[in-house]
């Protein structure tokens, strides 16, 4: 069965201060793997999607990164604007329609 | 251009009333995804249409839920006999498929409580 598993639960940093979150994940053939942020209130933003080990992407003061059983979202000198819960998910080829989300990381950057 | 839109942004409802949630996808989007998401959880897999088949049901919690999609756009989520455990967030989402194009574009959510 797909599962997906978020670490830490919560994060709290002082603006600048850069640190990684990290989604552990089992798929029967991955698809690929998809972060997205989600705001109180709102529904989640698409940020990256990773297809192979190995695989990076950026946007901004965010990096994605992906290996064969996890991938990591680095936040690189964090401001407060970054305060968010970030979601990690994955598509897996045995049941391409169906994207198994964790549970999240609820980051929080302090002034 | 317009993204997701769902009504109600809010439903308040008693116990053992029937709700619909409805999500309006992005023009020209085929597929469309309902989610469920309570309180500080993930997101749970609802329901998959691609056009207006739904090939995919299997996150139906139970038979008092059901869902449709007409004309290849607007879904409509129906929740019979509402609980107090129906109580979350329903998030919907919709992306155009073609090789490496899973990206989903979620709209605001509808919240529901259930009294």
């Known amino acids: 069965e797909d599962q997906v598993t978020q670490s830490p639960e919560a994060l709290r940093l002082q603006e600048g201060e850069s640190s990684s979150l990290n989604c552990s994940y089992t798929v029967s053939g991955l698809r690929g793997l998809f972060w997205y942020r989600q705001d109180p209130g709102k529904g989640p933003e698409f940020l990256f999607t990773l297809y192979s080990a190995g695989e990076e992407k950026e946007k901004e003061r965010l990096k994605a990164t992906l290996t064969k059983k996890e991938s990591f979202l680095h936040i690189t000198a964090p401001k407060p604007e970054d305060s968010a819960t970030y979601l990690c998910?994955?598509?897996?080829?045995?049941?391409?329609?169906?994207?198994?989300f964790g549970s999240g990381t609820r980051l929080s950057i302090r002034p | 251009g317009a993204g997701v839109s769902q009504s109600p942004s809010n439903k308040v409802t008693e116990k053992g009333k029937d709700v619909e949630l409805r999500c309006d996808p992005i023009s020209g989007h085929t597929a469309l995804y309902w989610y469920r998401q309570s309180l500080g959880q993930g997101l749970e897999f609802l329901i998959y249409?691609?056009?207006?088949?739904?090939?995919?049901k299997s996150g139906l919690p139970s038979d008092r839920f059901s869902a449709e999609r007409t004309g290849g756009s607007v879904s409509t989520l129906t929740i019979q006999r509402t609980q107090q455990e129906d109580s979350a967030v329903y998030l919907c989402?919709?992306?155009?498929?073609?090789?490496?194009?899973?990206?989903?574009?979620f709209g605001p959510g509808t919240r529901l409580l259930v009294l």
């Open positions: 989402a919709s992306s155009t498929q073609g090789a490496n194009q899973e990206t989903q574009y």
């Open positions: 998910a994955v598509q897996g080829y045995s049941s391409a329609s169906k994207i198994i």
């Open positions: 249409f691609q056009g207006n088949s739904a090939p995919d």
